[in-house]
T-cell receptor, first 113, second 114 residues
């Protein structure tokens, strides 16, 4: 099992659809993150869960709704998205509060029609 | 307001030579710095890190240098290999409550020519 697994790898959806992105980590970490990467821009932190509690919400529109049922799983529920939400969505995990690197999944490439 | 900047979007180097990737930051409170490598269709992979109490960290062909007074971070790859061709991101963090908040640069695409 790879460390951080994201599904699906690719997703095309209409603006009125509802879908969910899934992330699973097998590293025993206690913190999980959602990032958005748009072309030519730095990774943007969206949400942080530490010990299954949301500790950061970076002014993300409410059409993105995270869920962390346990320390190994993280979801991003999507509804009524806009074309500018098309991007690569990356999940990461880490062991906190130590100074340790975050480990990333391969991302979900999301396209909004 | 971008707190971590990589001003070179791309770099081309001949195989066997040194690659130097640069990164600047603005926040003097950052205390932990990392470099990630990213291949197309894959997530970023951790490469090397450095704590603010050090000015150099080496791991094989990769060395990271930290100049705190200049708020500058660099990654040296020597000798460069074609397999090193990828996008490199620098990141900086500061402890915040119970987690590290990372700030990423926009990346430098390295091309190592055979």
């Amino acid at each position: 099992e790879t460390g951080v697994t994201q599904t699906p790898r690719h997703l095309v959806m209409g603006m009125t659809n509802k879908k969910s992105l899934k992330c699973e980590q097998h590293l025993g970490h206690n913190a999980m993150y959602w990032y958005k990467q748009s072309a030519k821009k730095p990774l943007e932190l969206m949400f942080v869960y530490s010990l299954e509690e949301r500790v950061e919400n970076n002014s993300v529109p409410s059409r993105f709704s995270p869920e962390c049922p346990n320390s190994s799983h993280l979801f991003l529920h999507l509804h009524t998205l806009q074309p500018e939400d098309s991007a690569l969505y990356l999940c990461a995990s880490s062991q906190e509060p130590d100074n340790q690197p975050q480990h990333f999944g391969d991302g979900t490439r999301l396209s909004i029609l | 307001d971008q707190q971590v900047k990589q001003n070179s979007p791309s770099l081309s180097v001949q195989e066997g030579r040194i690659s130097i990737l640069n990164c600047d930051y603005t926040n003097s409170m950052f205390d932990y710095f990392l470099w990630y490598k990213k291949y197309p269709a894959e997530g970023p992979t951790f490469l090397i890190s450095i704590s603010s109490i050090k000015d150099k960290n080496e791991d094989g062909r990769f060395t990271v240098f930290l100049n705190k007074s200049a708020k500058h971070l660099s990654l040296h790859i020597v000798p460069s290999q074609p397999g090193d061709s990828a996008v490199y991101f620098c990141a900086a963090s500061k402890q915040r409550d119970n987690f590290n908040k990372f700030y990423f640069g926009s990346g430098t695409k390295l091309n190592v020519k055979p």
